[in-house]
């Protein structure tokens, strides 16, 4: 026997298609890649140099001074928002999380605290609310009335996804996928897959019980909870910051520190993939698969279909925006802006429209500027 | 040989100013060779695969710092064995660990039967040895790199490649019970 011929010709099953595979994430990957600057060794010095010699004459002149008074002022936030959260511009319930706890506003602007829990999230059809405590998953009605309590070590990103009778909670107890039935029985940790980086886990919306999640490498993996198959994972993407499914569930985006990749829901080969460094938050407008996208001081507009596509600018500001939140109706895209401490509405349609509100996080109870853990569906 | 290098020096200088078709055609030159190496060192085509298309993408991303006048092959090739190798060993232990016999379950698909091809006991003669045995057959009898070239390749002295080389070959020959050539 010559080795050497056997080596070549063991068969290996599904060659060609792991061949077909590997060059389309080899191609995207190469299509995507960062170009290497040419480094010049004095440029950082220099820059930072540069700074600083502005910072110090902007603190001892005068003229100065007025600059930074001016930004000062430009960070304040919309001029004209109003100081309380009357009211939401459009019907559903917003809930809101801070030091404080968790909280539901309806749309008239009353809200009711739910208890010192954390990163809330609802579940499909707002029933119920999913929240972590340090080493705790817990689930309570609108009302904060407790549902279960499930101890498990490092709780975080608990989200509850299926349908009005059937539901599963996934959540992360340290870096492991863990999922358990809606009624809180039945805790298993998901498959033995891969260790989960700090992202939350999210769900196909419908009734299959499929869920997706990013892996410390970066993968996509999506799995079907139930049976425990693997649907497809991914090749990695580094240091995946979220993801997002479209609400038919054909689309999934992931955002990572420097690109945006959207999957379909058939296999791991991304659609399409763009780089865009700096995206920390981004949401598919409701019945559709046009994103917003967080990206610094602005909010931008995406067709995922068209990924290539030249964003749309919706909202502008001084420093940086957090979280964004559509409207159940699709109308109305919350924008949060904690360097202004301010919720921001903006009208999805042209022209923009604008309704501002302050002092967002007193009326949360103080601290730290809450997040958002979704804006939910009218019905009780 | 000469021409397959000068090719492959063209699609590298062509791939590092952004050719798209040069990637392809150093992927489509060795991409077949380096997924065939990772499967025979971990015996699962799809972590020879993530392992073949993950030291693509490195040695891609990794294109700028490469020296042009060195071959691109073995450059890919220590990235495919020694990830082969690392995912190799994890599987034993993570096996050692959950106790679910995935190893033996795949040993005992393997075994010869009296209808098996020869390459057929090959593979399950390899599953038999360790990933470090199975590692230097590949690289000697595969992708016919000489012992000097593996212990570079592999950063192991010269004797630990011989050695290895020749035990793996005894243990083979004694698992198929045929002469080896």
Redesign the interface.
């Known amino acids: ?4 011929d ?10 060609e298609e ?2 077909q ?3 389309a ?3 995207a ?3 995507e ?1 960062e ?2 600057p040419r480094r010049t060794p004095y440029l950082k010095p220099a820059l930072a140099f540069a700074i600083l010699a502005a910072l110090v004459a902007a603190a001892v002149s005068s003229p100065g001074r007025a600059v930074l008074g001016s930004l000062r002022k430009t960070v304040a936030g919309e001029k004209h928002a109003a100081p309380e959260l009357f009211s939401l511009p459009s019907q559903g319930r917003l809930l809101v999380s801070s030091p404080h706890g968790s909280w539901v506003v309806q749309a008239n602007g009353s809200r009711r605290n739910l208890g010192r829990y954390r990163d809330a999230s609802w579940s499909p059809h707002g029933l119920y609310v999913v929240v972590t405590r340090a080493n705790e998953v817990v689930a309570v009605d609108a009302k904060g009335n407790q549902r279960w309590a499930l101890p498990r070590p490092h709780v975080r990103f608990a989200r509850w996804g299926g349908s009005r009778i059937d539901t599963r909670v996934a959540y992360l107890t340290g870096s492991r996928l863990h999922v358990v039935a809606g009624d809180g029985t039945g805790d298993v940790d998901l498959c ?1 897959e891969p260790a989960a980086a700090r992202v939350a886990p999210v769900w196909q919306p419908g009734p299959v019980r499929i869920v997706a999640y990013a892996g410390t490498k970066g993968r996509v993996y999506l799995i079907d909870a139930d049976r425990c198959s693997l649907f497809w994972r991914s ?2 993407y580094p240091r995946p910051e979220a993801l997002r499914w479209s609400d038919d569930g054909r689309r999934l985006l992931l955002v990572t520190h420097d690109k945006i990749v959207v999957f379909g829901h058939a296999r791991g080969t991304p659609l399409a993939v763009r780089f865009m460094r700096g995206v920390t938050d981004a949401a598919f407008a409701p019945r559709s698969h046009r994103l917003a996208l967080v990206r610094r001081g602005e909010v931008l507009e995406l067709d995922a279909d068209r990924l290539r596509g030249r964003p749309g600018r919706i909202f502008v500001a001084p420093g940086r925006l957090g979280q964004l939140a559509w409207s159940p109706n699709g109308r109305w895209l919350l924008v949060t802006w904690p360097a202004a401490d301010q919720f921001v509405f903006v009208r999805s349609a042209r022209p923009h429209r604008l309704a501002a509100f302050s002092g967002i996080t007193r009326q949360f109870g103080g601290g730290s500027f809450p997040t958002i853990g979704g804006w939910c569906c009218t019905s009780q | 040989m000469a021409g397959a290098s000068r090719h492959e020096r063209a699609w590298v200088r062509g ?1 590092r100013a ?1 050719s ?1 078709a040069d ?2 055609a150093l ?1 489509r030159h060795h ?2 060779l380096a ?2 190496a990772a ?2 060192v971990v015996h699962d ?1 799809a972590a ?2 993530d392992i ?3 030291a ?2 490195a040695a ?2 990794a294109l ?1 710092r490469f020296d042009r006048r060195r071959p691109f092959g073995p450059w890919l090739h220590r990235i495919v064995v020694n990830r082969a190798i690392d995912w190799a060993r994890a599987r034993t232990l993570r096996a050692e660990i ?1 106790d679910d016999g995935t190893l033996e379950r795949a040993a005992a698909r393997e075994r010869p039967g009296a209808g098996d091809t ?3 006991a ?2 399950s003669g390899l599953a038999a040895l360790s990933p470090e045995h199975r590692a230097v ?2 690289l000697r ?2 992708l ?1 790199y000489t012992p000097g070239e593996i212990a570079e390749l592999l950063e192991l002295p010269r004797g630990t490649v011989n050695s290895r080389l020749r035990r793996g ?1 005894d243990q083979l020959r004694a698992t ?1 019970g ?4």
């Open positions: 026997m010559r080795l050497h056997l080596l070549r010709e063991t068969p290996i099953p599904g060659q792991s061949r595979r590997s060059l994430v080899v191609r990957a190469f299509a890649r170009p290497v033995g090749a990695p | 791939a952004g798209a990637v392809d992927f991409w077949p997924y065939r499967y025979l085509a020879a695969e073949a298309q993950e693509f993408l891609l991303r700028d959950s020869d390459a057929r090959l593979a057959i590949v009898h595969l016919d070959l198929i045929k002469e080896l050539r």
